[in-house]
């Protein structure tokens, strides 16, 4: 395998950002979509919470067919714009329509239209993460510059959390005909959420450096699991309105802790990409990819089915017009969609211009991927196992407190009683048990930074020694 002799490469600020824009914009898109769309569902559009979960599990059962083709084909092919880059754009802007038209009501009620426009959103959204993922590896070996690019990554990725948890109450009731009050409670709560990533992921850096990646793990883990307890039990010794300070610092502790330990994570992807290489020989990152998006969509089909359906177990009800903290206006949600998908695309662009892959596979290799590799990298590379893994355990439990949290501040005490106890479980006690497998899966991970850098450095070595 040819890669280039030179590649510890140290990229300036200006390609940090612009990498890391290309998860600003995924999160100012997907975000919306996790976040806010079963809520959409259930209180706007108009399907059961039941069927909104089965769809939910079925388009996840989709993408596990779709992830690996998509995998296997992005190593095997270099389009002209760039191997992994140019998903960006060709993938970014049909993207872009299906994210808008999922928030458009013109078939109200209609579960077939929902079925199309958010499969078809999975798919694309598959085409360019999966790719995107892989193009963190292509841009540089050097292990420092990674736990740079990952930090700036998840920094602009928090941005983009942030822009979409707090940003989308506030703008849907400004767009609302009535326009109403501004839910700015749920919109702190919610923002709350991504806050602490400006806080703590520059940090990480010297942070990792002072205890250790392991370490690092344990305590942010930790702490996300001590802030779901807070949230629990201030929760139910009185009402969410009267306690709100309190809810706001238990909302800011669970976050930190979610927000360091699952936004690490992204930095094992090009260790477990150099193991590969390392042992096999092939730097089969799309592949790499796409078993990790794979895992993280069984995590995501995990926990999106799980809100839905503890939901229509517990007997929620959708909050009727004009007494929702969350506008009910269908134009508003659409136009609100419109505006993150567009400003979306246009930092997949951005994003795009700014980054140059250098550390790929040589075409006299690419012929050679195949699906099988696929599974064959998976049985063989152990840390890619435990990986897999943590992403399953960190997104189930992402994806579930995500969705309901529109729920827990969406007046709360209106539900029946055993609606507030199942939307308290998906706010705090289910994800805190997920964290807690998530926990003992990562104490497996035996690549510490020592051993990738002797794993990078004989790589290297290998590839100057190789013949021109």
């Known amino acids: 395998m040819q890669s280039q002799s030179k590649g510890f490469y140290k990229l300036t600020w200006l390609q940090r950002i612009g990498f890391g824009s290309g998860d600003l914009a995924q999160n100012l898109i997907y975000q919306t979509i996790c976040m806010y769309l079963l809520f959409f569902y259930t209180d706007i559009y108009g399907l059961d ?70 499969v078809g959103l999975s798919m694309l959204y598959t085409l360019i993460n999966v790719p995107y993922g892989a193009l963190n590896s292509s841009l540089t070996r050097d292990t420092d510059e990674i736990t740079i690019l990952t930090s700036v990554r998840m920094f602009m990725a928090n941005c983009g959390g942030l822009a979409v948890s707090a940003g989308v109450p ?57 802030g779901m307890a807070m949230l629990y039990i ?63 969509k069984a995590g995501m089909a995990l926990g999106g089915v799980v809100p839905g ?33 567009l400003v979306g ?35 063989h590379n152990r840390p890619l196992r435990v990986v897999a893994l943590f992403f399953i355990t960190a997104f189930a439990m992402m994806s579930v407190g995500n969705a309901a949290g529109a729920y827990f501040m969406n007046d709360l005490q209106s539900q029946p009683v055993l609606a507030q106890e199942g939307i308290r479980w998906l706010v705090c006690v289910i994800p805190a048990i997920l964290l807690g497998v998530a926990m003992f899966i990562i104490s497996k991970y035996e690549l510490t930074d020592d051993r990738i850098d002797e794993i990078n450095k004989e790589i290297e070595s290998r590839s100057m020694n190789e013949p021109a």
């Open 49 to 118: 919470a039941g069927s909104a979960a089965t769809m939910f599990l079925v388009v996840r059962l989709v993408d596990v067919l779709w992830d690996p083709l998509v995998g296997t084909y992005v190593d095997k092919h270099t389009p002209r714009w760039g191997k992994y880059r140019s998903y960006l754009v060709l993938a970014g802007i049909p993207l872009t329509g299906l994210a808008i038209l999922c928030f458009w009501d013109g078939f109200s009620g209609s579960l077939v239209y929902a079925y199309i426009t958010y």
């Open 170 to 226: 506030i703008l849907v009731a400004i767009l609302a005909a009535p326009a109403g009050d501004i839910p700015f409670e749920m919109a702190l709560f919610m923002g709350l959420g991504s806050l602490p990533s400006f806080i703590f992921m520059p940090l990480v850096p010297a942070i990792k450096r002072k205890v250790g990646k392991k370490n690092m793990f344990y305590i942010f883990l930790s702490v996300a699991i001590i």
């Open 309 to 341: 359906a503890v939901l229509a177990f517990t007997g929620y009800k959708p909050t009727a017009q004009g007494e929702s903290t969350l506008p009910n206006d269908p134009s508003a949600w659409f136009y609100a969609m419109l505006i993150y998908a």
């Open 345 to 379: 695309l246009a930092l997949l662009i951005f994003c795009f211009t700014q980054t140059k892959e250098r550390v790929v596979m040589d075409e006299s290799n690419t012929k050679d991927v195949k699906i099988s590799d696929l599974w064959m990298e998976f049985f």
């Open 234 to 296: 201030i929760s139910k010794v009185g009402t969410v309105e009267e306690n709100i300070t309190l809810v706001y610092i238990a909302q800011f502790i669970k976050s930190t802790g979610v927000i360091v330990a699952t936004g690490y994570m992204w930095a094992l992807i090009p260790e477990v990409i150099s193991y590969s290489e390392y042992t096999s020989g092939k730097r089969i990152s799309g592949i790499v990819n796409a078993l990790t998006g794979i895992f993280y």
